[in-house]
């Protein structure tokens, strides 16, 4: 009996993406999933019945056999198939962590993978950490999109029946509050964004990290340098805070920085101090998701940007 096998092509779960896919073999009209050894290489390979499976053809039929190097599939977040060993894998999917900011749960299973470590999920400890993440960045996205959110506004009026929340922001302050301008930036951007969300999810108001992040966001406003001109600035500067304002003992509630200090000294220098210790310590949760949001913000307004192109 033939040892050869041939990659027909990758089977994905979901048919959302990304996510992973699961390689799939033939030999003479029986198909096969690989058995994987600590080596990364492959085992053996395992019959599975001819079910009725979603099979995205392979780009060639490549043969494999017993011994050969394993082979890994996602389809990303454009739904294309990248393929790899597993050290190629990693390396993409450390490389592009970021791209898939915006989808916590297969951030999820990517970590699994290759160990990622990323601030923004610092604080996530179970699914549930991971749906509220979700949650946010479904509302991040909706938020970045002025016009849909003209549109629901205008079918409010239109309707004398539906009322909105209160403090849900109007078209014209959704515009105003994320322009990112310095001003903007160095106001409470962060609350705008929570206000908005927990217009659509009330229960939000009541999640520890939320909280967290609202206790935090009062000290943020006052401290960012004045020299910030874009969100990932901001990004590179809470990461600071998250980083080296463990080692700060000052009894100060705050204290500034100038912003020739942050270009002087190494993105993680132990000598900037931002938050107090014990601010950080009891809120480290809510700044990992302060994070969190202001990646997704960053990520869904640059690809906003590039669809309008």
């Given amino acids: 009996m033939s ?7 990758f089977s994905t779960p979901t048919e959302n993406s990304p996510s992973f896919s699961t390689p799939v073999f033939k030999q003479g009209e029986s198909l096969y999933l690989q058995i994987i050894d600590e080596q990364e290489q492959i085992r053996d390979f395992e019959k599975i019945e001819n079910i009725d499976i979603d099979v995205y053809q392979a780009s060639c039929n490549t043969e494999y056999t017993i011994g050969d190097e394993a082979i890994y599939a996602i389809r990303n977040h454009r739904n294309q198939l ?19 900011i915006s989808y916590p749960f297969f951030y999820k299973s990517a970590s699994e993978f290759s160990h990622l470590d990323s601030p923004e999920f610092r604080g996530c400890r179970n699914n ?21 959110n003209q549109k629901l506004l205008q079918n409010g009026k239109n309707k004398g029946d539906k009322q ?5 922001p109007a078209h014209t302050q959704i515009d105003k509050a994320f322009n990112f301008s310095q001003d903007s930036l160095r106001s409470s951007y962060f609350e705008k964004f929570i206000s908005f969300a927990q217009s659509k999810h009330q229960k939000l108001a009541r999640e520890k990290a939320v909280i967290e992040s609202l206790i935090l966001s009062a000290y943020i406003s006052h401290i960012l340098p004045d020299d910030i001109e874009n969100l990932e600035s901001v990004r590179s500067t809470l990461i600071n805070m998250l980083e080296n304002s463990k080692i700060d003992l000052s009894p100060k509630t705050y204290e500034s920085v100038k912003p020739s200090q942050l270009k002087r000294k190494k993105r993680h220098s132990p000598h900037i101090k931002l ?35």
Avoid: C, V, W
């Fill in 275 to 309: 938050i107090p210790r014990k601010i950080i310590d009891q809120n480290s949760d809510g700044l990992s998701l302060i994070i969190f949001i202001t990646t997704t913000i960053n990520h869904f307004k640059s690809e906003h940007k590039f669809k309008q192109k």
């Fill in 128 to 148: 549930k950490d991971y749906l509220l993440l979700q949650i946010l960045s479904n509302a991040a996205k909706e938020f970045i999109k002025p016009t849909n």
């Fill in 82 to 100: 990248i393929q790899h060993n597993k050290t190629n894998m990693d390396k993409y999917l450390k490389e592009n962590s970021r791209q898939f």
């Fill in 3 to 9: 040892k050869i096998f041939i990659l027909l092509g």
């Fill in 164 to 168: 909105f929340h209160p403090y849900e």
